[in-house]
């Protein structure tokens, strides 16, 4: 059954972006993500990932809590008010907001699902794959 799920993800050619400001991390995760045959867009800012948007939806967006120039939370609920942009899934990911209450607003903010950072490999693939698999 898993692998049928993994197959499932990999037919559909899912792109995800990830808004992040750590270069070396958005690196790592787009190698590991693109091993599973997904196409991963990166910007380093909200601003950025705001310009990229007008252009494209993604599958999925990555998106780090403390951004350079924008609170993740603020991004992620102007994603949520974006007609085009607002089912896509958003996952919040987060070396310094990490406690329950970080987690809970995130998660009012809009966010389909929050990690923490450094973040496993195996249990982000298992979100991603989740969500995209998930029936909109």
């Known amino acids: 059954m898993e692998m049928q799920e993994e197959l499932r993800v990999q037919e559909m050619q899912p792109d995800i972006m990830v808004v992040d400001d ?3 991390f958005r690196e790592t995760i787009t190698d590991a993500l693109s091993l599973k045959q997904i196409q991963v867009f990166s910007v380093a800012c909200g601003q950025e990932a705001m310009r990229c948007l ?4 993604p599958s999925l967006i990555l998106l780090d809590v403390q951004l350079p120039d924008v609170h993740g939370f603020e991004l992620c609920r102007a994603l949520k008010r974006h007609l085009k942009l607002k089912n896509v899934p958003v996952v919040f990911l987060s070396a310094r907001y990490t406690e ?3 987690r809970a ?3 009012l903010a809009g966010a389909d699902a929050y990690l923490s950072k450094p973040v496993n490999m195996d249990t982000l693939w298992e ?4 969500l ?3 029936p909109k």
């Open 54 to 57: 007008k252009d494209m939806t």
């Open 105 to 107: 607003e995130g998660l």
């Open 132 to 134: 995209l698999d998930k």
């Open 127 to 130: 979100e991603v794959r989740y």
């Open 22 to 24: 750590d270069a070396h």
């Open 100 to 102: 329950p209450a970080d």
